[in-house]
């Protein structure tokens, strides 16, 4: 199928090759990036990816990427939680609402038990499926002379707040 100026639109199909278990059961009460989170949670693996895991323990951080099975619209255009005066283009914040809804996050390994992650700077939904987990990996991974848009006009390290999420954001905006 072809799409507006001749572009292929594909349709895909993934599986949940696992869970997150976590504390938090409300978006606008979980910190809105690992960054911003101490909270220890679990990604239980479904046993036939099990042997998938084999060598991670070597890794201090994994990416982790989920559906945002509980996202309650697609949008194009959102206000993001750092700034909630001014829409912003989808793809310039990581906001829920996307038009695939897919997150990312980065976590603390902790400890491998059989098929279950313990994982730290969980910044995830309970009961979120997990579509991909791939090792942090600081060669790869780090870059130097980063720019990260309208973000570095939030000054992020100055913000108080409670906590970082969508709730306490929205409470400093008021």
């Known amino acids: 199928m072809t799409g507006p100026g ?34 220890i949670g679990t990604v239980e693996l479904f046993p036939e990816y099990a042997d998938g895991l084999k060598d991670i323990e070597g ?10 099975n509980q996202a309650d619209s697609r949008s194009i255009v959102h206000k993001p939680f750092l700034d909630g005066k001014k829409e912003r283009g989808i793809f310039a914040i990581r906001h829920f609402n996307r ?13 491998v038990d059989g098929n279950v992650l313990e994982v730290g700077g969980v910044d995830i939904l309970d009961g979120t499926p ?36 969508p709730a306490d954001l929205a409470d400093r905006r008021d």
């Open 6 to 39: 001749g572009g292929m639109y594909v349709e895909f199909t993934y599986k949940a090759i696992g869970v997150v278990h976590s504390e938090f059961t409300r978006k606008d009460a979980t910190p809105i990036q690992s960054i911003f989170s101490n909270a």
């Open 59 to 68: 890794f201090s951080h994994l990416y982790l990427l989920y559906h945002f």
């Open 99 to 111: 038009p695939n809804p897919i997150g990312l996050s980065i976590v603390e390994l902790r400890r």
């Open 130 to 165: 997990v579509i991909d987990i791939k090792p942090y990996v600081r060669q790869f991974d780090a870059r130097e002379h980063v720019r990260s848009g309208w973000v570095d006009e939030q000054h992020v390290e100055t913000i108080k707040v409670k906590s970082f999420t």
